[in-house]
């Protein structure tokens, strides 16, 4: 659980184990809201949870999509 009202992006790659690159690769893309506060770029936990479950499933329960 996410506690915090907005994440850095190195917070958001440490709550998701996702690298930095990938992170901003995904922001790039537009499958990832960010947003910008002077140089910060911030993201909702919310948006980080919805990137996360948009991404595709392995194994077992890719078979059952």
């Given at each position: 659980m996410i506690d915090a009202e907005a994440l850095t992006i190195?917070?958001?790659?440490?709550?998701?184990?996702?690298?930095r690159t990938k992170i901003y690769q995904a922001i790039k893309e537009g499958r990832l809201v960010?947003?910008?506060?002077?140089?910060k770029t911030l993201i909702l936990p919310s948006d980080l949870r919805d990137f996360i479950s948009s991404?595709?499933?392995?194994?077992?329960?890719?078979?059952?999509?």
């Amino acid at each position: 659980m996410i506690d915090a009202e907005a994440l850095t992006i190195p917070e958001a790659c440490a709550a998701s184990r996702i690298g930095r690159t990938k992170i901003y690769q995904a922001i790039k893309e537009g499958r990832l809201v960010a947003r910008k506060l002077g140089k910060k770029t911030l993201i909702l936990p919310s948006d980080l949870r919805d990137f996360i479950s948009s991404l595709p499933l392995m194994g077992r329960g890719a078979e059952m999509s």
